[in-house]
């Protein structure tokens, strides 16, 4: 066909996209959709006011909800009158508008007395009330307000801040102030702004199902916006509770705590997103009812760590990896998981969830999109997250076969009490467990770039050493003239001691003519020895401040996520499939390596060097 054949083909699937948008918005008029010609992601929807979205009082009324499970199916129907986009219409359908959103005031941040480095192009929204539901327990107290603490002692979040707390505890302030307290960390010198920041945590308890609750929450938060005689305020929900109570959470905030006013609402939610595809749609639908894609921030914090974010800049940013990304030069990708210790009593919860769920499904698999998507239009968040999505859909479904499973049991190390008490040992843990706390799986990627390269995904407790990389093995030099020679391998590693470095060959120092194992190292304590890497949980909760999704997942992203792992999830949960028993502090089952080496993974013994400042070289083997 001729360009213009092509160019007409063009215009005729946009309006037949344009058709389908506005049958599933309700839409009567092409006014009311505002299209980007860069790429569908792009779509943005302004719903016509005939299409208005519902007041919460008439979603509270409707007690019919038909919901629409095809992929191809236009619309979920929710209440009278009422559409939103089914999960297959989910990556065209986000807001892009920011006509809902206040202007954002910037503020440079400063380096503060640790000398950590100004974030360039760092945003701090003005009059934000931070709402923490969940403020008793560990999350908030170890993670969060720690965090706020940090962002507030380092001029990114207005010093207008209001930081309620809200949980089901008989506390006052004062009492969770005392409990936090351990967690804020502060020097002599920052006194004075530390107090500052105490001075705008507020507390007022509550249950999680009950609405008189929620509506004394708003009353609670008015009085306290009122109190900084601002024109409008803007709110985070931080949702630091158990999966079970999201859904009547989340009603409950749309119901009585919507805000009468110009500002802007987002919640955060923790994983799990849900057990399995079904329940996470049923909790995406749930949550779609009451919010709008951009409002809802899915957080994974190793979306968060320095390393994982720096896979974008360093695979789209640097030329001479470009041609190579692809099977034609890469032989295999792993990407590993190792924690030395145990469930450490809280085998109960670990049980439910198994390490598939905790780690492989949503951490791991992150790592994976960011490795093996290609590269988007621009760095924009909905460009991203559309690649991401891509390689998703192209990854097969996982089955039994594509894994190996292990659980724990004790090996008594000396000088290691943990050790002397395997998973079932657990009092916490049912007994005769068949819950997995390590796992080793295969995925193939559909496509041309990856098509029959092995993404292998590794995950376990009580192993051998702590760490988290990604280590990407390319296949051996055609017509070796040396003789068995080694393969090159890049190894990016995201905790502890980040760093990337290549594995190389190198002429041997000295007399002979022959090939040495060597690395270029960028080992970021001894390049960077002045810069304090934020927290993860730093990072994106700026992130939510800031609008910026882009390290968070998206509905539809978290569909094809569940749609991988069900079915063999399903399977273990009947107990199909008994783990291997390993010994605590080794490498994990043995017959994980072998399928690893079957997949044509080269294994050799290497000695990385990590060069921490002010001490001695330590030797890390692989």
């Known amino acids: 066909p001729t360009r213009n054949d092509m160019d007409a083909q063009k215009e005729r699937r946009t309006a037949g996209l344009l058709t389908g948008?506005?049958?599933?918005?309700?839409?009567?008029?092409?006014?009311?959709?505002?299209?980007?010609?860069?790429?569908?992601s792009q779509i943005t929807v302004s719903p016509a006011p005939d299409a208005a979205r519902p007041e919460p009082a008439q979603l509270a009324a409707s007690s019919k909800t038909s919901v629409a499970t095809s992929r191809t199916d236009s619309a979920v129907e929710v209440g009278p009158g009422h559409k939103s986009p089914s999960p297959g219409l989910r990556p065209f359908l986000l807001h892009k508008s920011k006509a809902h959103d206040n202007p954002l005031v910037f503020s440079q941040r400063q380096p503060n007395a640790e000398g950590i480095q100004a974030l360039a192009g760092a945003q701090s929204a003005e009059d934000i009330t931070f709402v923490v539901l969940g403020a008793s327990g560990d999350l908030a107290k170890k993670k969060i307000y720690p965090v706020l603490w940090s962002l507030f002692r380092d001029g990114l979040i207005s010093k207008s801040v209001v930081l309620v707390g809200y949980a089901r505890s008989s506390l006052t302030r004062e009492k969770l102030l005392e409990h936090l307290l351990p967690y804020l960390k502060h020097t002599e010198e920052q006194e004075d702004l530390f107090q500052e920041f105490c001075s705008r945590i507020e507390y007022i308890a509550g249950t999680y199902d009950n609405a008189e609750s929620f509506v004394a929450l708003n009353k609670f938060l008015v009085e306290k916006?009122?109190?900084?005689?601002?024109?409008?305020?803007?709110?985070?929900?931080?949702?630091?509770?158990?999966?079970?109570?999201?859904?009547?959470?989340?009603?409950?905030?749309?119901?009585?705590?919507?805000?009468?006013?110009?500002?802007?609402s987002r919640i955060i939610i923790e994983k799990p997103f849900g057990k399995?595809?079904?329940?996470?749609?049923?909790?995406?639908?749930h949550l779609e009812r009451f919010f709008r894609e951009d409002e809802i921030y899915r957080i994974d914090h190793y979306l968060g760590k320095e390393m994982v974010q720096n896979l974008i800049t360093l695979r789209f940013a640097n030329r001479i990896f470009m041609p190579l990304w692809n099977r034609d030069n890469i032989a295999s990708v792993q990407i590993v998981f190792k924690?030395?210790?145990?469930?450490?009593?809280?085998?109960?919860?670990?049980d439910e969830f198994g390490i598939i769920r905790d780690v492989m499904q949503n951490h791991l698999l992150q790592i994976l999109c960011l490795v093996a998507m290609d590269r988007p239009i621009t760095t924009d968040p909905e460009d991203i997250r559309y690649e991401k999505v891509k390689v998703l859909r192209a990854t097969k479904t996982l089955e039994l076969n594509d894994l190996v499973l292990g659980q724990y049991v004790a090996s008594n190390i000396p000088g290691n009490a943990e050790s002397e008490r395997g998973y079932c040992d657990d009092p916490t843990v049912p007994k005769?467990?068949?819950?997995?706390?390590?796992?080793?799986?295969?995925f193939s990627i559909k496509n041309?770039?990856?098509?029959?390269?092995?993404?292998?995904?590794?995950?376990?407790?009580?192993?051998?050493?702590?760490?988290?990389?990604?280590?990407?093995?390319?296949?051996?030099?055609?017509?070796?003239?040396?003789?068995?020679?080694?393969?090159?391998?890049?190894?990016?590693?995201?905790?502890?001691?980040?760093?990337?470095?290549?594995?190389?060959?190198?002429?041997?120092?000295?007399?002979?003519?022959?090939a040495a194992q060597t690395e270029l190292d960028l080992s970021y304590s001894s390049r960077y020895k002045n810069v304090v890497m934020p927290d993860a949980?730093?990072?994106?909760?700026?992130?939510?401040?800031?609008?910026?999704?882009?390290?968070?997942?998206?509905?539809?992203?978290?569909?094809?996520?569940?749609?991988?792992?069900?079915?063999?999830?399903?399977?273990?949960?009947?107990?199909?499939?008994?783990?291997?028993?390993?010994?605590?502090?080794?490498?994990?089952?043995?017959?994980?390596?072998?399928?690893?080496?079957?997949?044509?993974?080269?294994?050799?013994k290497y000695d990385w060097i990590t060069r921490t400042p002010g001490e001695a070289p330590v030797p890390s083997s692989h």
């Open 21 to 40: 948008l506005r049958s599933a918005l309700g839409c009567g008029s092409s006014k009311s959709l505002q299209v980007s010609a860069r790429m569908p």
């Open 225 to 264: 916006e009122e109190d900084r005689h601002t024109k409008h305020s803007n709110r985070i929900y931080y949702l630091a509770l158990p999966p079970s109570v999201f859904m009547p959470v989340t009603e409950r905030i749309k119901m009585h705590c919507a805000l009468k006013g110009p500002g802007w």
């Open 276 to 285: 399995d595809l079904d329940s996470s749609n049923e909790l995406a639908r």
């Open 339 to 350: 924690e030395p210790f145990g469930t450490q009593g809280r085998g109960g919860y670990f």
């Open 432 to 442: 005769g467990s068949k819950t997995a706390t390590f796992a080793t799986a295969v």
């Open 448 to 514: 041309e770039r990856w098509d029959g390269v092995p993404f292998i995904l590794r995950c376990g407790k009580a192993l051998d050493s702590r760490k988290a990389e990604v280590r990407i093995q390319f296949k051996d030099v055609p017509g070796d003239i040396f003789g068995d020679l080694v393969r090159n391998e890049l190894v990016i590693r995201v905790q502890p001691q980040e760093a990337v470095y290549l594995k190389l060959l190198v002429k041997k120092p000295g007399m002979e003519f022959g």
């Open 537 to 604: 949980y730093e990072r994106l909760i700026l992130d939510v401040t800031r609008g910026s999704q882009l390290h968070f997942v998206r509905s539809d992203e978290l569909e094809e996520a569940w749609r991988i792992f069900t079915p063999v999830l399903h399977k273990l949960d009947r107990g199909e499939v008994t783990p291997i028993p390993y010994p605590f502090g080794s490498r994990g089952p043995d017959q994980s390596d072998e399928m690893i080496r079957s997949l044509g993974y080269r294994f050799t």
